[in-house]
Each structure stands twice: as structure tokens, then as C-alpha cells.
């Protein structure tokens, strides 16, 4: 499935590799020492975040999901 931007399939490709990859690999292994796609995740975050804003679409209301997003940005 293609990103909400077209810039950012790339970015959601890598993402979903690297996730389904830590996924399989450690996690239902047992290992829950950590997640490597962070800043992976954070990448594509920005892009989405940036294609949203640029399509006008409305978000009001909607929560966004993902690592520290309960934490103010600097």
C-alpha cells in the first residue's frame, strides 16, 4: 500500500520492512529489548505529517500514534 504522500512511500516501505523484520525476528522471539525503527518511524512520521498539511486534509480530533507522542516536540 502507497503512503497518503507520494513522497513518503519510500519512507513507509522502509518502515514497514525494518518493523516486520524486528517483529519476526526478536520480538515474537522474546526480545523486547527495543525497537531499531525509531528513527525510521520518525522519518516517515514527518513526511505524512507534512503531505497531510499540504492536502488540506482535516485531522481535527485525530490522535496521532507512534514513539513519544505523549512528549512535546523542541
Same mark, same amino acid.
Given at each position: 500500500?502507497?503512503?497518503?504522500?507520494?513522497?513518503?512511500?519510500?519512507? %513507509?516501505?522502509?518502515?514497514?520492512? /525494518?518493523?516486520?523484520?524486528?517483529?519476526?525476528?526478536?520480538?515474537? %522471539?522474546?526480545?523486547?529489548?527495543?525497537?531499531? /525503527?525509531?528513527?525510521?518511524?520518525?522519518?516517515?512520521?514527518?513526511?505524512?505529517?507534512?503531505?497531510?498539511?499540504?492536502?488540506?486534509?482535516?485531522?481535527?480530533?485525530?490522535?496521532?500514534?507512534?514513539?513519544?507522542?505523549? %512528549?512535546?516536540?523542541?
Amino acid at each position: 500500500m502507497n503512503s497518503v504522500g507520494e513522497a513518503c512511500t519510500d519512507l %513507509k516501505r522502509e518502515y514497514d520492512t /525494518c518493523f516486520n523484520r524486528w517483529f519476526a525476528d526478536k520480538f515474537l %522471539k522474546g526480545d523486547r529489548s527495543g525497537d531499531p /525503527c525509531t528513527e525510521t518511524f520518525r522519518k516517515y512520521q514527518r513526511c505524512v505529517q507534512k503531505a497531510i498539511q499540504e492536502k488540506d486534509i482535516p485531522v481535527d480530533g485525530v490522535d496521532f500514534m507512534g514513539p513519544d507522542k505523549d %512528549k512535546t516536540e523542541t
